[in-house]
C-alpha cells in the first residue's frame, strides 16, 4: 500500500527550514545549488498523487518516501549523475538530501529506485533467449527513411480512428507506459499551461528521433558453437534488453539498434521556449507516419482540455490518410511534401486547362477522362489516340509511343493534401512550418543537454522513464525562467 505522502506545501515548509539550518556552516553548497533548489521548489508533485494511487494495493506494508523517490529522480537528471553514483552522492551531501526532501534517518537504497521505476512502468523487461538477429544490409540515399512495412498501414489505422474511436483508445489505453505519461501530463504540461507557457489552442509538431539502447548487439551466447570451433553462429542468444529492434538513422546514415522517440512538442513565441507535450518510445522500425497517429490520439486524450490548431511535420507524414485525420479532429495541416510524391511527368505536363478541367495535350488535342483514383485523390486522362483508338494524320510531337498513350493525373480542388486550409507556399504557411524545428530542438535538449544518448541505460521500461524525467526538467527550466519563486527571497543575499 501507499504509504505517507507530503504534499507539496509541506516540502517546501521543510526544505527552507532545513536550509536556514546549514546557512551558517554550509552557504557555498547552498549558493552552489541554487537552481536545483529553485527547480524543486517549482516542482509541484501533488497532482501525481491520484496517478499512483492506484498502482498500490490497499494492504500490505506501506510503501514509504514514494514521491521523495520520484523528486530525487528528477534532481538526479538536473545533476546529471547516474543512479549508482547518486545514492551515495545523498548521503555524503545534506544540501542534496534535503532538497530531494530526506531525512538523515531516512535514505532509500538503490533497490528502491528501481522498485519504483518498476512500480510506474509496469513492463517486463527481463533477460530473454531468442533468436539472434544479425545486423541488416540496408543502403538508402541520404535523408531517406526506411519505408513502412505495410503501406497502407496508415490508412487502416485512420479508418479505425474515424469509424469507432472509443474503441481505439481503449486499445491504446492497454500501454505500459500511460502511468508516466499521465505523471508527466499532471505535473509538467498542466504546470505550464496554467502559467501560459503552452496554450489552450495550441500549435504543434512532430519528429522521431533514433535512441540506442546501451545493451549489447550481440548478445549473450548460450550455445556450444564456439567449443566447436565456429565462431560466427545465428543460434538463440540471451538478450539483455529484448524489446529493442533494429532501426536506420537517417540522420547519421547508419543502423542503430534500440528504440524510435517520437515527441510532441510546442513553441513559445514570446519566450522563445520549446517545451515537451507529449513522448512515446516505439520499435526502431516504426515509421514516423505510424508513430504519428498513435501519439496525436493518445494526446488529445491525456489533455482534453486543449485543441490542436494546427499539426506541423515533415514529410514522413505526407500521406492522405493523416490529412483525412486532422481534417476529421477540426487541425490544420502543415506538413512538407515528399519528394517521391510531388509528381514526375516523363513527358512535358499539360499547359493549357478548358473551362471544364480538361487537359489539353501539346497537340492541341482534348485528353480523355479515364476515371478517379480513390485512393491517391486524383483524376486519370489519357491521349485520345490510344483511349478512343481515333487515327490521327499525323503522330504526336513528344507524346508516349507506347500502345496505351500519354496519361495525366490531374486534382480536384478538394484535395486535402495539396489544398490545405493554410494555403503552400504562403507566408502563414511558411510561419507555421518554421514552428517545426521546436521538435528537434526538444530532441536535442533531451538527447544531449540531459546526456540520455550518452547514457548506457537499456530497456524500453528506463529509457522511456528517463527521457520522461529529462522532459519534466525542460519544463522546470521553462517555468524558472518566466516566473518567480515566492518564499525564496533569502537567496539575493549570497
Keep these: 500500500m501507499l504509504g505517507f505522502y507530503r504534499l507539496h506545501k509541506d516540502y517546501i515548509s521543510f526544505v527552507l527550514s532545513e536550509l536556514r539550518l546549514l546557512m551558517d556552516s554550509r552557504p557555498d553548497q547552498i549558493k552552489e545549488h541554487k537552481d536545483a533548489i529553485i527547480k524543486m521548489i517549482m516542482l509541484d508533485l501533488d497532482p501525481m498523487l491520484p496517478v499512483i494511487r492506484t498502482l498500490y494495493p490497499s494492504n500490505g506494508r506501506p510503501a514509504e518516501l514514494q514521491v521523495e523517490i520520484f523528486r530525487s529522480f528528477i534532481l538526479m537528471v538536473h545533476m546529471g549523475i547516474p543512479l549508482d553514483k547518486w545514492v551515495y552522492k545523498l548521503s555524503v551531501n545534506p544540501v542534496l538530501r534535503i532538497i530531494a526532501g530526506f531525512n538523515s534517518d531516512k535514505m532509500p537504497g538503490t533497490s528502491s529506485y528501481y522498485d519504483f521505476i518498476n512500480r510506474i512502468v509496469p513492463m517486463d523487461d527481463r533477460p530473454v533467449i531468442k533468436h539472434f538477429l544479425p545486423k541488416p544490409k540496408i543502403k538508402l540515399k541520404k535523408g531517406e527513411k526506411l519505408p513502412p512495412k505495410n503501406v497502407n498501414i496508415v490508412a487502416s489505422l485512420v479508418n479505425r480512428i474515424i469509424n469507432d474511436e472509443m474503441r ?49 548487439i550481440y548478445a549473450k551466447t548460450v550455445c556450444s558453437c564456439r567449443k566447436n570451433g565456429i565462431y560466427k553462429c545465428n543460434c538463440d542468444r540471451k538478450f539483455s534488453d529484448p524489446n529493442a529492434t533494429w532501426g536506420w538513422d537517417s540522420h547519421n546514415e547508419k543502423c542503430f539498434y534500440g528504440y524510435s522517440g517520437f515527441f510532441i512538442s510546442t513553441h513559445n513565441k514570446e519566450s522563445k521556449i520549446d517545451l515537451p507535450l507529449y513522448i512515446r518510445l516505439l520499435q526502431a522500425n516504426r515509421h514516423d507516419s505510424v508513430s504519428a497517429v498513435f501519439a496525436l490520439s493518445e494526446f488529445k486524450e491525456m489533455h482534453p482540455e486543449l485543441h490542436i490548431d494546427t499539426f506541423i511535420a515533415d514529410s514522413a507524414c505526407d500521406n492522405y490518410a493523416t490529412y483525412e485525420l486532422l481534417q476529421h479532429w477540426d487541425i490544420n495541416a502543415v506538413i512538407a511534401l515528399n519528394d517521391k510524391n510531388k509528381g514526375n511527368f516523363k513527358y512535358p505536363p499539360p499547359v493549357c486547362i478548358t473551362d471544364d478541367g480538361v487537359p489539353i495535350c501539346p497537340n492541341d488535342y482534348e485528353m480523355v477522362y479515364n476515371g478517379y483514383c480513390k485512393i491517391r485523390h486524383r483524376i486519370k486522362w489519357r491521349c485520345p489516340r490510344s483511349r478512343l483508338r481515333i487515327h490521327l494524320t499525323e503522330p504526336c510531337e513528344g507524346c508516349s509511343q507506347s500502345h496505351y498513350g500519354r496519361v495525366v493525373y490531374t486534382k480536384p480542388d478538394w484535395d486535402l493534401r495539396f489544398f490545405t486550409r493554410i494555403p503552400r507556399g504562403t507566408n502563414a504557411w511558411k510561419t507555421k512550418m518554421k514552428e517545426r524545428t521546436a521538435a528537434e530542438r526538444v530532441n536535442d535538449r533531451i538527447l544531449l543537454d540531459y546526456g540520455i544518448e550518452r547514457s548506457p541505460t537499456r530497456g524500453k521500461k528506463r529509457i522511456s522513464f528517463f527521457i520522461t524525467l529529462a522532459a519534466i526538467n525542460i519544463h522546470l527550466d521553462a517555468q524558472v525562467k518566466v516566473q518567480k519563486i515566492n518564499g525564496l527571497h533569502f537567496f539575493d543575499n549570497f
Design 168 to 216: 481505439f483508445r481503449r486499445l491504446l489505453s492497454r500501454r505500459p507506459e500511460r502511468f508516466l505519461q499521465k505523471i508527466f501530463a499532471r505535473v509538467a504540461v498542466d504546470a505550464s499551461v496554467n502559467i501560459g507557457l503552452v496554450p489552450k489552442n495550441v500549435s504543434v509538431s512532430g519528429d522521431g528521433t533514433c535512441i540506442e539502447t546501451g545493451a549489447s
